[in-house]
């Protein structure tokens, strides 16, 4: 390894600055972490529950784009990705692509941890060889199907056939393409997935709640029924202490960004900073925050009824993992009504809420308000702009767009089939009906 790599005193990019001492207890894990999807989450799950600290080095966009490709997310958003994860300690921007010795002893990882998939550099060798060598390399089982490789085929391809239609059913092994048998393994798999992300901080036991909301059609997807729904519990998780004021948002949170991210943190800081004022931290007894925050998510049909082309880009299972596995959640509501009517607010199992919190903008085009209950219970409050509120699954698709021929060189290098020009002037061209439609609403409302 490079003497040249390796930083010199003060210019390490996160504390600390001097040398940790080595332990097995402190784990490091690294990656590109290109898009918040879960199969990133699942590896630094799996990590943590090797030791109890999880250092997780994040690579830099230049060596990304000289070993890989170009990245779709700048380092600040990846950053925050991998901060918002439950499971993280420490993230660790500008670490080496290929994984170096004296950059994990100086952090005091002991162990490096990644997924049964080869990663190669530029020259085409292993970059996890150095630690391999050194005996200090855990393999973790790779999440199966999520990559952002197969996220920007989507894109680029527009498919819908990740399409969830009923997630209760597919869990049962009652809905899907497959046979049977296939769709129980199946089932049984994301079932797990779901009780493995309702974990808290260790990986190891109970946290985030996790229900499902079912109601009709009509009910789910816009104002035009009251219902108070059923509720299925998926995993049971720490409930809300008595205490503690119950917050509720909800959305699609397609391709979980940064946006979504720094949304959902701002929430957390408003609670947090209303129980500095309401003395709540006075109080030595009270290990857990003043806010319990629930978070609804739509399904696959409500979101693309709204917004159309191919949207959602994840489907309900995989933007739901995302949500669950932030650390800002304490419970997900799996497809949550669209409009959270008063019936909905008021029969939520943690009772009614105490604030509903709503974004500066909103990427779905709407020719009503939803959000007329909460406001006139006197619950709704508003975050207000921030750094990323502009990043969205539709700002992810032009960016991919707008550099189609590198991503679709990058599909190529994975063996992915890549997007011909039809397909990607039909995604252009369905991009602009949705925009001319959304502009047509906001008119109309």
């Given at each position: 390894m490079?003497d040249?790599?390796?930083?010199?005193?003060g210019?390490w990019?996160?504390?600390p600055?001097?040398?940790v001492?080595?332990?097995?207890?402190?784990?490091?894990?690294?990656?590109?972490?290109d898009?918040?999807?879960?199969?990133?989450?699942?590896a630094?799950?799996?990590?943590?529950?090797?030791?109890k600290?999880?250092?997780?080095?994040?690579?830099?966009?230049?060596?990304?784009?000289d070993?890989?490709?170009?990245?779709?997310?700048?380092?600040k958003?990846?950053?925050?990705?991998?901060d918002?994860?439950?499971?993280?300690?420490?993230?660790?921007p500008y670490?080496?692509?290929?994984?170096?010795?004296?950059?994990?002893s100086h952090?005091?990882?002991?162990?490096?941890?990644?997924?049964?998939?080869i990663t190669?550099?530029?020259?085409?060798e292993d970059?996890?060889r150095?630690?391999?060598?050194?005996?200090r390399?855990?393999?973790?089982?790779?999440?199966?199907?999520?990559?952002?490789?197969?996220?920007?085929?989507?894109?680029?391809?527009?498919t819908k056939?990740?399409?969830?239609?009923?997630?209760?059913?597919t869990l049962?092994?009652?809905?899907?393409?497959?046979?049977?048998?296939?769709?129980?393994?199946?089932?049984?798999?994301m079932?797990?997935?779901?009780?493995d992300?309702?974990t808290?901080?260790?990986?190891?036991?109970?946290?985030?709640?996790?229900?499902?909301?079912?109601g009709?059609?009509?009910?789910?997807?816009?104002?035009?029924?009251e219902?108070?729904?059923?509720?299925?519990?998926?995993?049971?998780g720490k409930?809300?202490?008595q205490s503690?004021r119950?917050?509720?948002?909800?959305?699609?949170?397609?391709l979980?960004?940064?946006g979504?991210?720094?949304?959902?943190r701002q929430?957390a800081m408003?609670?947090?900073a209303?129980?500095?004022?309401?003395?709540?931290?006075?109080?030595p007894?009270?290990?857990?925050?003043?806010?319990?925050?629930?978070v609804?998510?739509?399904?696959?049909?409500?979101?693309?009824?709204?917004?159309?082309?191919?949207?959602?880009?994840?489907?309900?299972?995989?933007?739901?993992?995302?949500?669950?596995?932030?650390?800002?959640?304490?419970?997900?509501?799996?497809?949550a009504?669209?409009?959270?009517?008063?019936?909905?607010?008021?029969n939520?199992?943690?009772?009614?809420?105490?604030?509903?919190y709503?974004?500066?903008?909103?990427?779905m085009?709407l020719?009503?308000?939803?959000?007329?209950?909460?406001?006139?219970l006197?619950?709704?409050?508003?975050?207000?702009?921030?750094?990323f509120?502009?990043?969205?699954?539709?700002?992810?698709?032009q960016?991919?767009l707008?550099?189609r021929?590198m991503?679709e060189?990058?599909?190529r290098?994975?063996?992915?089939?890549?997007?011909t020009?039809?397909?990607?002037?039909?995604?252009?061209?369905?991009?602009?009906?949705?925009?001319?439609?959304?502009k047509?609403?906001?008119?109309?409302?």
């Open positions: 490079d040249a790599a390796v930083p010199k005193p210019k990019p996160v504390e600055q001097t040398d001492k080595t332990s097995e207890d402190r784990i490091w894990v690294d990656g590109c972490f898009f918040a999807h879960h199969g990133h989450a699942g630094m799950l799996q990590a943590r529950r090797l030791g600290e999880l250092l997780v080095g994040i690579h830099s966009d230049e060596e990304i784009m070993n890989k490709g170009p990245t779709v997310m700048t380092l958003e990846r950053v925050a990705a991998v918002a994860c439950r499971w993280s300690t420490k993230s660790v670490a080496p692509y290929v994984t170096s010795l004296p950059w994990i952090y005091g990882c002991q162990y490096v941890v990644h997924g049964d998939d190669s550099d530029s020259s085409g970059c996890y150095y630690v391999k060598a050194a005996g390399f855990l393999v973790v089982k790779r999440t199966p199907g999520i990559s952002t490789t197969d996220l920007v085929g989507r894109m680029l391809l527009c056939n990740h399409f969830i239609r009923s997630l209760l059913k049962a092994g009652e809905e899907g393409s497959e046979s049977p048998e296939e769709r129980r393994r199946l089932g049984d798999e079932t797990q997935r779901i009780r992300y309702a808290d901080e260790t990986g190891l036991q109970p946290g985030p709640q996790v229900l499902s909301w079912a009709s059609k009509a009910a789910m997807e816009d104002h035009a029924s219902e108070t729904g059923t509720y299925h519990t998926m995993a049971n409930a809300p202490h503690q119950i917050v509720y948002v909800d959305g699609g949170f397609d979980f960004s940064s979504h991210i720094e949304f959902l929430v408003a609670e947090e209303m129980g500095h004022q309401n003395g709540w931290y006075e109080d007894n009270k290990d857990y925050g003043p806010a319990y925050i629930v609804g998510v739509h399904d696959d049909e409500v979101i693309n009824h709204w917004k159309g082309v191919n949207y959602p880009i994840m489907n309900i299972f995989e933007r739901g993992l995302c949500v669950l596995q932030c650390r800002y959640v304490d419970s997900v509501i799996f497809s009504p669209f409009t959270p009517s008063k019936a909905y607010l008021t939520i199992p943690y009772g009614i809420p105490n604030a509903v709503h974004g500066p903008t909103s990427f085009p020719t009503y308000d939803p959000y007329t209950a909460a406001k006139a006197g619950i709704y409050h508003e975050i207000g702009n921030h750094d509120q502009n990043v969205n699954a539709g700002e992810i698709v960016r991919i707008k550099s021929e991503y060189e990058r599909q290098a994975k063996g992915e089939k890549a997007a020009e039809e397909a990607v002037q039909r995604r252009e061209a369905m991009e602009q009906e949705a925009a001319r439609l959304e047509d609403r906001a008119g109309n409302r």
